[in-house]
Every structure is written in C-alpha cells, then in structure tokens.
C-alpha cells in the first residue's frame, strides 16, 4: 500500500501526535508501505517552519523528520495534469479546495495513494481519492 501524508498530518507527527497516530505510522513502516512526502508538503511545512516565532527549533524539528522513513515524492508533470483535472472537476460541482490541496489531491490520486490527513471532510470531495486519518479511532 502507498499513502502520502498531508501537512496536517506530517504536522502532527513532528509535534508528538497521539498514540494511535504514531503507531499507525510505525505499522505503515514496518509492514514496507511506501510514505510518501510530496514537495508541496515540505514546502507548507517548510513555510510554516520559516514564520513560526520558533522558527530556529522548528527547522531543527522539521529536519529530522524530513530524514526519517520517508520517500520523497515530487510533484512532477503528470501530478500537474491531475491536479488540474481534480480542479476541474470540483469547480464544476461548485465545490472548490484551496489551491495547495488541490496539488496534494492531484499527486495522491495519480498515484493512486491514500491521503493521509485529518480533513477527511474536504478531501472526499474529490473523486476517486482514497483518505485515512490515522488519527480517528476506528470503531
């Protein structure tokens, strides 16, 4: 299986996330399932990192997990035409997602990865894409 976090969960797991998070990780890992980071999440996490009042332990912090168990993952010409298309088609329903989520919807779709993030809500907008939030207990 191949996920690909959204910010929001790569944010999460650099700042302790709960239990139940960290250890779907570690199952991901273990089990040899590609985690992807795309390139426009480390840019949102590098921005976010850059205009923190903590912005020296922030870098440090997003540093190492940028270097753990992650396949880098860039968003390249194909994932462009996808996101594209997932624009518009959720323009078309009237029912848009910020610019930077279109990206990551379009890279994770195309590679047919499941979405990792805890705004499950936006992201079922989009068709076809596949979201866990590794942090929801399961019932």
């Given at each position: 299986m191949t996920y690909l976090l959204d910010t929001n969960a790569c944010i999460a797991l650099i700042?302790?996330?709960?239990?139940a998070v960290r250890r779907r990780f570690q199952?991901?890992?273990r089990?040899?399932?590609a985690v992807l980071l795309s390139s426009v999440v480390a840019y949102e996490l590098w921005y976010g990192a850059a205009k923190?009042?903590?912005r020296e332990a922030n870098t440090e912090r997003l540093q190492a997990f940028l270097t753990g168990p992650l396949e880098w993952s860039d968003f390249d010409?194909?994932?462009a035409r996808e996101a594209g298309m997932v624009r518009a088609e959720l323009e078309a329903a009237g029912k848009p997602i910020g610019a930077y989520d279109v990206l990551i919807a379009g890279q994770a779709r195309r590679r047919r990865a499941t979405l990792v993030t805890s705004n499950v809500t936006e992201f079922s907008r989009v068709g076809g894409l596949?979201?866990?939030?590794?942090?929801?207990v399961k019932k």
């Open positions: 700042n302790g996330a709960p239990q199952r991901a890992i089990r040899h399932s923190s009042q903590r010409d194909e994932d596949k979201c866990e939030d590794w942090g929801r």
